[in-house]
C-alpha cells in the first residue's frame, strides 16, 4: 500500500515542483514529452511566469523541430514581452515546420505591422484570409488595422464593418474592438476628406 501511495504521491509532486516556485525543469534530468512540455508551459504562462515556459519551449524546439506549436508559442511569448524581432523569427520558424496555418500568419502579421511592415504584414493577413480559416472576423480585423495603418480607408473601414457582422453577438469586447475601430477609421477619412476640401 506504501509503494502505490508513493507511486501516486510523486507525479503529483512532481507536478507541483514543476508548476511551483521551483526552477525549470533541468534538461539533462528530466525527460518530458513534447506535448507534456506545452501543457507545462501553458500553466506557466497563465500563471505569469514566462521565462519558465520560455526554457520548456526551447527544449520543446529541439526536441521537435519539425513541429510548429513550440516555436509558434516561443514567437507569441515574445510578442508579450516586446521583442518583436526574436517573436517573427520564432513565428517565421512555426511557419516553416508547420505550413501556412492561417493563425501563425495572422500573428506574424501582427508583429510585422508592429515592427512597420505594413506591406508585408498586409500580405501575410492575405494569405491567411486565402487559407479560409472557419471564423474570418479576426482576419478582418487585422487586415483592417494593417490597411489603417496604410491609410487605406475604404478598405480599412469595409473590412472592419465586414468583421463586426461577422463576430457573433457574445463576442462583445470584440464587437467593441471593431466599433471603436469603425469610428478611429471614419474619423480620420473624414478629415482626410476635410483636408482634400
Known amino acids: ?34 506535448d507534456d512540455r506545452l501543457e507545462l508551459a501553458s500553466i506557466y504562462i497563465q500563471g505569469g511566469q ?17 513541429r510548429p506549436e ?5 514567437g507569441e511569448l515574445y510578442w508579450l514581452k516586446g521583442d518583436l524581432t526574436a ?10 515546420a508547420g505550413g501556412e496555418d492561417p493563425v501563425i500568419l495572422n500573428n506574424l502579421a501582427w508583429v510585422e505591422s508592429g515592427k512597420g ?9 492575405d494569405r491567411a484570409i486565402a487559407r479560409d480559416p472557419g471564423t474570418l472576423y479576426p482576419y478582418l480585423e487585422t487586415r483592417a488595422r494593417i490597411l489603417l495603418k496604410l491609410r487605406r480607408y475604404e ?7 465586414a468583421a463586426l457582422s461577422l463576430t457573433p453577438d ?13 469610428r478611429e477609421i471614419e474619423g480620420l477619412a473624414g478629415g482626410l ?3 482634400m476640401y
Not at 513550440?70 to 516561443?74: G, I, N, S, V
Not at 517573427?88 to 511557419?95: F, H, I, V
Not at 457574445?170 to 475601430?181: G, N, Y
Request: with cysteine; net charge negative; aromatic share 6%.
Open 193 to 195: 476628406e476635410d483636408e
Open 70 to 74: 513550440a516555436w509558434a508559442m516561443l
Open 117 to 125: 511592415n505594413l506591406e508585408r504584414a498586409l500580405a501575410l493577413v
Open 87 to 96: 517573436s517573427s523569427t520564432y513565428l517565421e520558424k512555426a511557419l516553416k
Open 1 to 34: 500500500m506504501i509503494v502505490i501511495l508513493t507511486r501516486r504521491v510523486l507525479p503529483i509532486f512532481l507536478i507541483w515542483s514543476l508548476v511551483s516556485c521551483a526552477g525549470p525543469p533541468r534538461r539533462d534530468t528530466l525527460l518530458m514529452p513534447y
Open 155 to 161: 478598405e480599412a473601414g469595409a473590412d472592419a464593418r
Open 50 to 66: 514566462e521565462d519558465k515556459a520560455v526554457t520548456l519551449l526551447e527544449d520543446a524546439v529541439v526536441q521537435e523541430e519539425g
Open 170 to 182: 457574445h463576442d462583445a469586447r470584440m464587437r467593441a474592438q471593431l466599433e471603436e475601430l469603425i
